[in-house]
């Protein structure tokens, strides 16, 4: 008998064509350039922003077509309510962790330690941007600002709450009316394929991105800002770590995956973050590692883009972490029940300003204004580093995303976990397929 055809192998795309690759050779030299040249490296700013302004100028339209295709492809009313549920109460708890996880590291390592900063000597005035922006964020202002005030202003606005709700009502609308609505989710679904070449196209410019926004952050701020806040960066850092390999990875094994091999598979995804500070410079290619990983299109379209407004696990961490941090190096004692007030209050504001630049701080001025034992002033201490732990923020928010999707499409049987095991058994080899 003749042998089987064997099927091609792939061949491995040489290292310096890698996107992975490319983004840390750039990082690289963004901070060579941030410590030889540091005004030319400020210089470089409109690199990285614009590079970022790229990629969420396309973003809204990603959302609403993966949403819309998402939920007109389940079919199923009712599971749609109960993926979109379950993902809500999925997110409430793993963030609630990592709110619980910065209160406690924040008590045993006590990063604020030896400061002895007298609030009275802070210039409150540089918090007044970032308190102003806190205010208007209540609960009823966030709920009542998830309607837009037209549709094309959702778009127009790149509210990623709004856009999800209007692709919401098309899904439905789309869902319910059946085979007359089939033509119309043939563009939607050919206009999405569309706007993805684009996204190829914009990657193309992530490593000038990365350099930009890496020579900015070392030309302005300098590794010696580190120097008295160092305990705080690593004592954060560390936290983000422990909580990926230790709470996500618990939630990865108990769906049946291995999260080290995970994160060898987004490995794109994480350098971009890090490069760009930014976890909206990984949305498009984490939709699409996602979908080849074996998770249904309906469940992805639904989760990311929810899961980047109400799952900020890494800002979560931030929020506790910092508060105590403030608390300490202001010597400013809490009780138990101060800090349960600290910890209940944060529940509320993690939330209330997710979708806003810079949400993790605004949220940590959210906080500290309803708990008025530590004064809100003391935040002008984590102005300098704040670019530094913003990076390690939008990462874990970004993984955390990318977990909770492959959880709830394993609950609702709607991941292939052939297809899943095929990639995460050669998960390096598997990311520059997909990608």
């Known amino acids: 008998m003749g042998s089987a055809p064997q099927m091609p192998v792939p061949r491995r795309k040489p290292l310096l064509r890698s996107l992975w690759f490319q983004v840390i050779l750039a990082i690289l030299i963004g901070i060579a350039i941030g410590r030889l040249a540091p005004a030319w490296a400020v210089s470089l700013k409109p690199l990285g922003d614009g590079f970022i302004k790229l990629i969420t100028m396309v973003i809204t339209l990603i959302i609403f077509c993966t949403v819309v295709t998402g939920i007109a492809g389940m079919r199923d009313i009712k599971k749609v309510g109960r993926v979109g549920a379950k993902a809500l109460l999925y997110f409430e708890i793993v963030s609630t962790v990592a709110l619980l996880l910065g209160l406690l590291v924040g008590n045993v390592v006590q990063p604020g330690n030896g400061f002895n900063v007298n609030p009275a000597s802070l210039d409150a005035n540089t918090m ?40 919401s009502l098309f899904g439905f609308a789309i869902a319910a009316m059946g085979k007359r609505a089939e033509p119309l989710l043939t563009i939607i679904d050919v206009s999405m394929h569309a706007i993805f070449g684009v996204i190829n196209v914009i990657m193309k410019l992530a490593p000038l991105g990365a350099l930009g926004s890496m020579a900015f952050t070392i030309g302005k701020y300098g590794l010696v800002s580190l120097g008295p806040l160092l305990k705080l960066v ?69 989760v990311v883009p929810t899961g980047y407004v109400f799952n900020t696990d890494g800002s979560s961490l931030y929020i506790t972490l910092a508060a105590m941090f403030v608390a300490q190096a202001t010597n400013t004692h809490l009780t138990i029940s101060q800090q349960l007030t600290l910890f209940a209050v944060a529940v509320l504001t993690s939330k209330g300003a997710s979708g806003v630049q810079g949400a993790g701080f605004i949220a940590l001025a959210g906080t500290l204004m309803v708990v008025p034992t530590i004064p ?28 909770a999707s492959v959880v709830i499409a394993a609950s609702e049987g709607e991941l292939d976990k052939v297809a899943m095991q095929k990639v995460l058994a050669k998960p390096a080899r598997s990311s520059q397929a997909a990608a």
């Open 234 to 302: 690593l004592t954060f850092y560390v936290t983000c770590i422990l909580f990926v390999i230790l709470v996500l990875g618990l939630v990865a094994w108990i769906s049946r995956f291995n999260i080290f091999r995970f994160l060898l598979y987004i490995k794109d995804e994480i350098v971009l973050v890090l490069g760009t500070s930014s976890s909206e410079a990984a949305f498009p290619g984490l939709l699409l590692k996602l979908e080849e990983m074996g998770c249904s299109k309906g469940v992805v379209g639904m």
């Open 376 to 403: 809100v002033a003391g935040m002008a201490l984590l102005l300098g580093v704040d670019r530094f732990l913003s990076t390690f923020r939008a990462l874990v928010n970004m993984i955390g995303n990318a977990v």
């Open 128 to 167: 007044t941007t970032y308190t102003g922006q806190a205010k208007t964020l209540g609960v009823v202002d966030f709920l009542i600002n998830i309607i837009p005030s037209t549709v094309v202003g959702a778009f127009a606005n790149g509210s990623i709450l709004q856009v999800v709700l209007v692709a």
